[in-house]
């Protein structure tokens, strides 16, 4: 199994401003993922973190709303740019291990907020 | 586009009580489908299943694929509220896991 350490665990932002959300493995990993879970919702993928080129995104996402960075097989980073209320959500950070088909580990998300 | 039903949407029922949970899938690419249990943020892992027919069980927890139906079911036997969470389906394909809707289940004692 693979230990996540995803941070900032919660935080309380203002309208506009950008958060930068940071997900350590404690394993090299090939796929890393981002999702978005908004309140009384299910998961809803963001995107493919892909080390070395750019992440791979779900329709409806868009990289200039939700860069992301994958300098090596153990780090990534989402930053939530611009925010407005609708951002309020838990963003989760997982990973793929076993191979393809395997599970999913995720780490222990972030509760964001935005007044 | 591929998507993922979970039935009923929410389950109130007392300890003790058996339950079962139902995901309906329609993908391309199937891989493997996936439960797992949400308490509160992280979604923790509970089966994985590629194979029509083969039930995998965890203590009181089982689960079994139709893949010619394509459906699967998740049953709880003598349910404890330690077992309220928000269970959610998923499917493995096209190199994504993609979510169902998710079943909130609650236990009263």
């Known amino acids: 199994s693979a230990v996540i350490s995803q941070k900032p665990s919660r935080d309380i932002c203002q309208r506009g401003t950008s958060l930068t959300i940071q997900c350590q493995v404690d394993?090299?990993?090939?796929?890393m993922f981002w999702y978005r879970q908004q309140p009384g919702q299910s998961l809803t993928l963001i995107a493919t973190?892909?080390?070395?080129?750019?992440?791979?995104?779900e329709s409806g996402f868009v990289i200039d709303k939700f860069p992301i960075s994958r300098p090596n097989l153990t780090f990534s980073t989402l930053t939530v740019s611009n925010m407005s209320p609708e951002d309020s959500s838990i963003y989760l950070c997982?990973?793929?291990?076993?191979?393809?088909?395997?599970?999913?580990?995720f780490g222990e998300g972030s509760r964001l907020t935005v007044l | 586009e591929d998507k993922v039903v979970q039935s009923p949407l929410s389950l109130v029922v007392h300890e003790g009580d058996t339950v079962t949970l139902n995901c309906s899938y329609e993908?391309?690419?199937?891989?493997?489908l996936l439960w797992y249990k949400q308490e509160k943020k992280a979604p923790t892992f509970l089966f994985m299943l590629?194979?029509?027919?083969i039930e995998k069980k965890s203590g009181r927890l089982s689960s079994i694929l139709d893949k010619k139906e394509l459906f699967s079911i998740l049953n709880i036997t003598a349910t404890q509220t330690g077992d309220s969470a928000v269970y959610l389906c998923a499917f493995f394909g096209n190199e994504k896991l993609t979510f169902g809707t998710g079943t909130r289940l609650t236990i009263i004692p």
């Open positions: 993908v391309t690419n199937f891989r493997s």
């Open positions: 394993s090299q990993v090939t796929m």
């Open positions: 997982s990973v793929l291990a076993g191979g393809p088909g395997g599970e999913l580990f």
């Open positions: 973190a892909n080390q070395g080129s750019e992440a791979t995104y």
């Open positions: 590629t194979s029509s027919g």
